[in-house]
């Protein structure tokens, strides 16, 4: 009885079923009970444990064990919309609230910037705890932010007009109408671009540069569907002040909750660029609670691979994940190789500043947007059999190609950087 309701429900707004039964299930679901017992016991553990290493330790292990065992139990061949996608947000919000509780007992000369704005001086209480958890501006595609940022908020901290409701409703809706924007380019593409098509006869038939440039189309337009959701919930969090971000130059700045730099991410030929650009607050938090607190193995390499390491598996279960963030730590590597050499060889410094450049940039991003897209792709059609279908359907370019570009680098190092400038460098 409850399926055919959920589909003329689906029918009649226009949005698909899975979104629908996601949003019941977390108003009025029995699945709302993962939460509630997940933000219960990091209370617990925060008033039983206090500010120590052992509750970080119990925190992280919980949360994830947990996240984890719900991909695990819900684990399916496609892609879908449960409960556990609100909950990969809330688990990074209740370790992180296990950190800042941490650092609040310590010395602020033994803190960084960062983490002087986040840490708590005094055990929150329950009601701010799930106020902070269950914080409707975040809680389904986040973004991120701290229990510290939400007591400001609570306590109308967070404004431009001190003592006043905040004017952020200019600045809000501008977020919403680029969101919305981007959904419409996602509404509109979408269909002529599915995953599935990946694994049909047609696709395999067609010659090669149609399946290279398909795979560019589709990354591209793939990623707006989480463009539109971050800068649309941005939207939400300057509407009720958790947005908004100091003075600078004399102008209020509301982007304290932005997960997407919309013009960077659309005009960087930088891989660097796009990652930057891209999941801002996600990645902050990697940053902060995992690359960093990672400090003591001395090798930001080896930091640098346990956090994408972090991130594949808190993404999910599936190999997809793994391969796609390796994809992406091979790729940077590469790609600061490159701008390296470009930087200290004169022949390509000049070539990269000539009248050329224009030319340069176009075929920079074309290998930019059809290498995105190439990972994306382990990322979207998870399983193993899947993506090696198509891998292998376009004979694994992205892997040879950068791949053959590490490889080649050091020779190329030799024959267009000078002796002198390489020895100066090695004395810097």
């Known amino acids: ?38 933000v219960l016991v990091q209370f617990l553990m925060l008033r039983l444990m ?30 879908d919309i449960k409960w556990t996608m609100p909950h990969c947000v809330l688990t990074l919000k209740l370790i992180g609230l296990a ?27 329950l009601l701010e705890v799930c106020g902070f958890s269950y914080f409707y501006g975040g809680f389904l595609v986040g973004p991120q932010f701290t229990l510290r940022s939400y007591q400001r908020l609570v306590a109308r901290e967070l404004t431009d007009c001190p003592g006043k409701v905040p004017n952020s409703v200019v600045p809000a809706m501008k977020r919403f109408a680029l969101g919305f924007l981007c959904l419409v380019i996602y509404a509109i593409f979408s269909p002529h671009y599915p995953d599935s098509y990946y694994l049909t006869d047609e696709y395999e038939a067609q010659p090669f540069w149609y399946r290279c440039v398909f795979i560019l189309l589709w990354g591209k337009i793939i990623l707006y569907k989480y463009v539109s959701c971050w800068v649309i919930a941005e939207g939400v969090c300057i509407l009720t002040g958790l947005g908004y971000n100091g003075v600078v130059d004399g102008k209020h700045q509301w982007n304290a909750c932005a997960n997407m730099k919309v013009w960077l991410f659309e ?3 930088l891989f660097g660029g796009t990652i930057s650009s891209f999941n801002i607050n996600t990645n902050a938090w990697a940053a902060r609670h995992v690359f960093k607190r990672l400090k003591f193995l001395g090798n930001k390499t080896l930091s640098h691979v346990a956090t994408l390491f972090f991130l ?4 999910g279960l599936h190999s997809g994940y793994i391969l796609c963030f390796s994809m992406e730590f091979f790729i940077i590597t590469v790609e600061r190789q490159a701008q390296a050499l470009v930087r200290d060889s ?3 410094t000049k070539l990269a500043n000539s009248a050329l450049y224009p030319l340069i940039y176009v075929v920079q991003q074309f290998i930019h947007w059809l290498f995105m897209g190439y990972p994306l792709v382990a990322f979207s059609i998870f399983s193993y059999d899947k993506w090696l279908k198509v891998y292998s359907s376009v004979y694994f370019c992205g892997h040879l190609f950068f791949l053959v570009a590490y490889l080649i680098m050091p020779y190329l190092r030799k024959a267009l950087v000078p002796k002198n400038e390489g020895r100066e460098k090695k004395q810097e």
């Open 1 to 38: 009885m409850a399926a055919p309701l959920l589909e003329q429900l689906s029918e009649s707004l226009g949005s698909p079923e899975p979104a629908i039964r996601l949003i019941l299930s977390i108003l009025i679901g029995s699945q709302l009970y993962h939460s509630v017992v997940c």
């Open 50 to 79: 206090g500010r120590t290493v052992t509750a970080i330790l119990c925190s992280f292990t919980f949360q994830m064990l947990y996240l984890l065992a719900g991909y695990y139990y819900t684990a399916t061949e496609e892609y």
């Open 99 to 125: 950190f800042d509780y941490y650092d609040g007992g310590k010395e602020p000369s033994k803190l960084s910037a960062e983490q002087k704005e986040s840490a708590l001086r005094s055990v929150p209480s």
């Open 267 to 269: 005009t960087t030929p």
């Open 312 to 315: 594949s598996i808190w993404h």
């Open 346 to 348: 004169p022949v390509l």
